[in-house]
């Protein structure tokens, strides 16, 4: 009984030292400069299916600042490298980067998708803005993208919000048609953002 008494009470202790390390991993990065934060993407960023600004503009109400809304419905990865420099012309402190759910629709090579996200997030870094990546699913039954935005946001050191979707997408409740969220659901996504973005403003 002590034998097995010692082994959970290490077993507990590991587990805590997870925990702890999990919780280091978490770090964000900062933004280094002053400048707006920038929302750039596609339809979700745009707000479409919400009753306006979608989840930016509750981002707004929650920080009490302004964030310039580039999101354009429809944009692939491949037209946010075509629109990037619009954006970096601002001189963003924080790049919110979503996209790639466009690219799932029109059936584009993962392989070319995120070669196309890994462009945009070095064309940002490179002009000292930091980078907020957040994850959209791969397909509409699993999350084939996950593993990759994963590692992309470790290769990359950016601060990353996993599956935006996840646990309303396909949910009526929460969903204005198919692929777009409405108000209810733009608020979940600003609930997960929110925290993240925060801790990058600090």
């Known amino acids: 009984m002590r034998r097995g008494a010692r082994a959970a009470a290490m077993l507990g202790a ?11 991993s978490a770090d964000v990065p900062k933004a280094t400069r002053a400048g707006p ?10 707000g479409t299916g919400s009753s306006g600004g979608g989840f930016v503009r509750l981002l707004e109400q929650r920080l009490g600042r302004d964030i310039e809304n580039l999101g354009v419905p429809g944009a692939t990865t491949a037209d946010g490298l075509e629109r990037i420099d619009d954006a970096l012309a601002l001189q963003p402190a924080v790049v ?10 029109r059936r584009v090579d993962p392989d070319t998708t995120f070669r196309n996200l890994a462009t945009l997030i070095e064309r940002c870094q490179a002009d ?10 791969g397909s509409l039954l699993r999350d084939a993208y ?34 777009h969220p409405n108000d209810r659901g733009y608020a979940v ?3 997960r953002i929110a925290p993240v973005l925060e801790k990058m403003l600090e």
């Open 189 to 191: 996504i600003a609930d």
């Open 37 to 46: 934060v920038v929302a750039f993407g596609d339809s979700l960023v745009y």
């Open 96 to 105: 919110i980067l979503l996209l790639g759910g466009n690219d799932v629709l």
């Open 146 to 179: 996950a593993a990759r935005f994963e590692a992309l946001a470790q290769r990359y050191g950016t601060a990353y919000v996993h599956d935006v979707l996840d646990d309303t997408f396909g949910v009526a409740d929460y969903m204005a048609d198919q692929v």
């Open 128 to 137: 000292g803005a930091v980078v907020l990546l957040v994850g959209v699913r």
């Open 14 to 24: 590991w587990l805590l030292l997870l925990l702890l390390l999990a919780g280091c």
